[in-house]
């Protein structure tokens, strides 16, 4: 009976250093791969898209390294921080409307953004796009 304790408690101190050990790793992967920060200047352009048409179309020259720090710098945005990223609430005033699955989807350069506002990197010559989009099963990601 004392060497099946034993098993179990060795069984479980293995699963333990493990789970840290894959913890460990699966963070390291993070930090190495995520999107780096560009400092300097760049130019960038903005639009917001209702309906297949700009509702709102800019160049912005900035020195941010993030999106979220130029859309909060032109007022284009609204939302919140939450414990996962920025919760996007409106861009450019325009709320969606939840009742007919309405959202706002990030393409950056013409492609859909995996990333929130907070944690896309600016880089020159960047193309962004916030397009209201319709359907929760929209087939993008």
Known sequence: MKKTQKNQTRNIVIAVIAFIALIAVFVTA??????????????IHV??????????SLDVHTDAEYLLEVLLE?????????TWGF??????????????????ALYRN???????????VVEDGDRFEYILTTGWDDGDW
């Open 110 to 120: 013409g492609e859909f953004s995996m990333y929130g506002p907070d944690q896309t």
């Open 47 to 56: 639009a917001v898209v209702v309906d297949d048409a700009a509702v709102k």
């Open 74 to 82: 032109e007022d284009l945005i609204e939302g919140e921080e939450q």
């Open 30 to 43: 993070w930090l190495l791969l995520r999107p780096k920060p560009v400092e300097g200047a760049k130019t």
């Open 87 to 104: 919760w996007v609430t409106a861009v450019n005033g325009i709320v969606p409307d939840e009742d007919n699955q309405e959202w706002w």
